[in-house]
């Protein structure tokens, strides 16, 4: 099974059923669901995407989607050394930096965004939903 990251616009796809790019975020979780894909996400993503769903659909929302997001895709941990890599290195957007150390730690090579120019200067492999589906393993 292919493990991967979703990067927190993935999620938010989802969750605020954003045209056009919903249809895609919600293959993605076919394939999770399926067993043909185990994704993660990282705690600092939970964190953002409460302050994000909670600011457009209310709190009691927010934490609802966030307590069944939890049950399918497990949260990887961000932790001191992590912060320290992000910090470092030459991705320049903070969050995205996290989100690839945090990677790397779990043994995860894959990234799933909708920014990819955001994960320059990485040796993960990053793609966008389209791209990740249109793989040949991937049609479900």
Do not use: W
């Not at 999620?11 to 954003?18: E, P, T, V």
């Not at 994000?52 to 709190?59: A, F, M, N």
């Not at 150390?101 to 492999?125: Q, V, W, Y």
């Amino acid at each position: 099974m292919k493990k991967v990251l979703l990067d927190t616009n993935i999620i938010l796809d989802i969750a605020l059923k954003r045209k056009p790019h919903f249809t895609s975020a919600f293959r993605l979780f076919a394939l999770i669901d399926q067993g043909v894909i185990e994704a993660f996400v990282t705690g600092s993503s939970i964190t953002d995407l409460f302050y994000i769903v909670r600011r457009d659909l209310g709190s009691n929302l927010a934490r609802n989607f966030l307590i069944e997001l939890v049950e399918v895709v497990p949260v990887i941990g961000v932790d001191h050394s992590i912060i320290v890599s992000a910090l470092n290195s030459e991705i320049k957007d903070f969050e995205d930096a996290v989100q690839v150390f945090s990677a790397i730690s779990s043994d995860i090579n894959t990234i799933i965004t909708r920014n990819k120019k955001d994960f320059a200067n990485t040796h993960l492999t990053i793609l966008t939903p389209d791209e990740f589906l249109s793989l040949p393993d991937m049609n479900a």
